[in-house]
């Protein structure tokens, strides 16, 4: 019976691995997150940025165009990410 228990949860662990997850946000929603919980946001962007170089990456590899090039003196990483975005709502402001 324990054996069996075992079985089905790695068998439940496995299928829930093997699917992607993925999750949309509009930008009301992303800087309604950005006050109100700062680190869902960071997460969030950790996983953007990992999701947008990793399909970089296996388009190069493809020898496909790229989403973006890579800035020659900009390291891209969260924090670089979110000065962008909370600059691009300054120009573009979310209308509530």
């Known amino acids: 019976m324990k054996s ?11 299928i829930c691995s093997s699917q992607p997850i ?3 946000i509009t930008w009301e929603n992303f800087a309604t ?3 109100t919980a700062p680190d869902v946001a960071h997460f969030y ?5 990992d999701g947008i170089e990793t399909s970089n990456v296996s388009l190069i590899r493809r020898n496909q165009a790229p989403l973006y090039c890579n800035p020659m003196k ?3 990483n969260v924090d670089n990410l979110m000065q962008m ?3 691009f709502l300054k120009i573009h402001p979310v209308k509530a």
Do not use: N, T, Y
């Open 4 to 14: 069996r228990r075992l079985s089905v949860i790695f068998a439940l662990l496995f």
């Open 22 to 24: 993925s999750a949309s």
């Open 85 to 87: 975005l909370e600059d």
């Open 33 to 35: 997150l950005r006050k």
């Open 45 to 49: 962007l950790v996983g953007l940025l």
């Open 74 to 76: 900009l390291v891209l």
